[in-house]
Nanobody, 124 residues
Framework: QVQLVESGGGSVQAGDSLRLSCAAT????????MAWFRQAPGKQREFVAR????????TYADSVKGRFTISRDNAKNTVYLQMDGLKPDDTAVYYC?????????????????WGQGTQVTVSS
């Protein structure tokens, strides 16, 4: 069965950096589109970053563009989210997600596989 396990969250100051990791098992990793979402307290889950389903190119939410970078290592079955210039508004639980849907999507409902989430807290 597909399992996604996030790590790397923590509490940091505004302007700091964090790198989240998501280790995937139970799937042919290179054939899945991987994405990151986040959910802040009292808010809906929102898209952060993803790969395009063709495996070429990436897409980011406007709120993180230029500060966050998604990457993947197919040999390690791992996807990363490098977060630089963190802001208090980035405080949330971050989730990685996977889908085999054959078009590029940023809608959380199109991702059937989810990790348990990792907390990121940014203080001012």
């Amino acid at each position: 069965q597909v399992q996604l396990v996030e790590s790397g969250g923590g509490s940091v100051q505004a302007g700091d950096s964090l790198r989240l990791s998501c280790a995937a098992t139970g799937l042919t990793f290179s054939t899945y589109t991987m994405a990151w979402f986040r959910q802040a307290p009292g808010k809906q889950r929102e898209f952060v970053a993803r790969f395009n389903w063709t495996g070429v190119g990436t897409t980011y939410a406007d709120s993180v563009k230029g500060r966050f970078t998604i990457s993947r290592d197919n040999a390690k079955n791992t996807v990363y989210l490098q977060m630089d210039g963190l802001k208090p508004d980035d405080t949330a639980v971050y989730y990685c997600a996977a889908t085999r849907i054959t078009y590029s999507t940023s809608s959380w409902s199109q991702y059937p596989y989810w990790g348990q989430g990792t907390q990121v807290t940014v203080s001012s």
